[in-house]
């Protein structure tokens, strides 16, 4: 629609050329009969005032009288009847016309040629300028373009922005990719050498020194080894949305008790207990097992920082926009410093319970965020870690 828009008004633009030349050689022809009308006549009066000088008065009444308007009737006929024909008595008008005529025709054209000139040369400017901004681009020093008013490119214009825009973010997002696989791969050798290099120490101990103990050391670092590793897979699938997630309509109340129940050993060893209030039938839109792993690391993790004898409480809501699911315990809280990093990954706090590997509250926040979900920590005013899950309706 804009570039039928430009087609017309261009069409337009040379119409009024056109329009105007025309009127220019009108008047200029008007002119030329006008002079060649008077010499005309004057030619003939002359003729007849040196055959007969005394019709003078006569003829000059007879020219008085036509140029006041007063002759009433054409006397073309009579001339006509003679044999004579308005080309014969202005025959050399033709060349002065034809001249004035293809003055015209030449100036119109000249115009016209004028018109697509400009616009070959407007379309070509905005065509360099396209082509500089891509190849800045290429070079890497792309630029905003500037506003241009609408032509037929500036469709091309927005395209070209927003391709541009789209290369930009994923060149950005390429590099923390690439920062962040570094980053991970370092703190995995990191996670991984720990218990290798406990086990070389217990194997050398073995070597000297046989111990019923030993077995055991090493069975444990195994563990160990054995849940990175099914944490690192589980982490690996949730980057690259491989992992398989059955969404149904679930209970709150449910998820909140089967992890809890999940849980009951740990909590009972470490004397803690769980709180869960039943607040009526809510539902998610979600994966139960999966949620159910997200929820437990959660609940372990207030259970961890909660002294003997507090207690780890679940409370849930929901509204038209979102479920809520807050979880929160009776110990001292997170540290302020800890706050910022507290999901980020083999992150461990001042706190942290001996053992642990800092994977726990990165992995629930990955499987809740894939469903849709919303997750972030904090402190309450009167003391102790609280977690606040927002499950979103749509």
């Not at 500089?132 to 927005?158: C, T, W």
Request: with cysteine; aromatic share 8%; glycine share 8%.
């Amino acid at each position: 629609m804009r570039e039928k828009r430009e087609w017309m008004a261009f069409v337009c633009l040379v119409l009024a050329f056109g329009l105007l030349t025309a009127s220019v050689t009108a008047v200029l022809l008007e002119k030329s009969c006008s002079c060649r009308s008077f010499e005309a006549v004057g030619a003939v009066c002359q003729e007849i005032l040196t055959e007969d000088p005394e019709t003078e008065q006569a003829v000059m009444a007879a020219l008085k009288r036509y140029c006041s308007g007063q002759t009433v009737d054409s006397e073309d006929g009579r001339l006509l009847a003679y044999g004579y024909e308005p080309a014969d008595l202005f025959r050399a008008d033709r060349k002065r016309t034809y001249v004035l005529s293809s003055c015209g025709a030449l100036a119109g054209g000249l115009l016209f040629l004028a018109a697509v000139f400009w616009r070959n040369q407007r379309e070509n400017a905005r065509i360099r300028a396209l082509t500089d901004y891509v190849e800045q681009v290429n070079r890497g020093r792309g630029r905003i373009l500037p506003g241009e008013r609408e032509d037929a490119f500036s469709g091309l214009q927005d395209e070209i922005c927003k391709t541009v825009t789209e290369l930009y973010q994923t060149r950005d997002m390429a590099v923390k990719a690439r920062d962040f696989f570094a980053e991970n791969l370092a703190n995995i050798a990191h996670q991984i050498r720990t218990p290798i290099t406990a086990m070389s120490l217990t194997v050398q101990m073995m070597e000297g020194q046989p111990d019923s103990e030993h077995p055991k050391q090493i069975r444990r670092q195994l563990e160990r080894l054995t849940h990175l590793e099914e944490a690192l897979l589980l982490l690996s699938r949730i980057d690259a949305g491989t992992l398989p997630l059955e969404r149904k309509k679930v209970d709150v109340f449910t998820v909140l008790m089967l992890s809890a129940d999940s849980l009951q050993e740990l909590f009972a060893g470490a004397g803690v207990s769980a709180d869960i209030e039943e607040a009526g039938g809510v539902y998610i839109l979600a994966d139960l097992d999966w949620t159910m792993e997200a929820v437990m690391n959660l609940l372990k993790n207030c259970m961890e920082h909660t002294p003997p004898g507090g207690t780890v409480r679940c409370r849930y809501e929901q509204n038209p926009l979102y479920t809520e699911i807050r979880i929160w315990d009776t110990g001292p809280g997170f540290a302020k410093e800890d706050l910022p990093h507290l999901f980020d990954r083999f992150y461990r706090g001042q706190n942290a319970k001996e053992g642990g590997i800092g994977i726990g509250l990165s992995l629930a926040r990955g499987i809740i965020e894939s469903q849709n979900g919303t997750i972030r920590a904090g402190n309450l005013p009167g003391g102790g870690a609280c977690f606040e899950i927002r499950f979103y309706s749509h």
